[in-house]
């Protein structure tokens, strides 16, 4: 099972989440899940990359909080059975980064 990390494990992940990105497309701390919107160039690349995040979602059993319109997506990210940010929200964040 997945633990809750410290507010002082989520500020070093955020740092490293955010090293490489520009201010306006790094993630925040809103509440208590890690929030970002992904823009893309049409609707069809922003729902293709749903598609495929919804595959690694279900592979690692854990799915995101999230919404579409046109060309973006908005991700929310929490372990409920936690009640907060878990390692699972990183790697899930860092997946997304991966192939935005």
Do not use: C
């Not at 490489?20 to 790094?26: A, N, R, V, Y």
């Not at 922003?46 to 919804?54: C, E, I, L, T």
């Amino acid at each position: 099972m997945a633990e809750k990390l410290t507010s002082t494990q989520i500020q070093a992940a955020l740092l490293e989440l955010n090293t490489s990105l520009p201010p306006e497309e790094q993630w925040i701390l809103n509440g208590n899940r890690l929030y970002k919107t992904f823009t893309f160039n049409s609707f069809i690349r922003a729902f293709g990359w749903m598609s495929q995040m919804a595959i690694w979602a279900e592979k690692m059993n854990h799915h995101p909080e999230w919404s579409n319109t046109y060309n973006k997506v908005a991700v929310n990210l929490i372990t409920h059975d936690v009640g907060g940010i878990s390692e699972l929200d990183i790697k899930l964040a860092n997946k997304m980064e991966m192939f935005k």
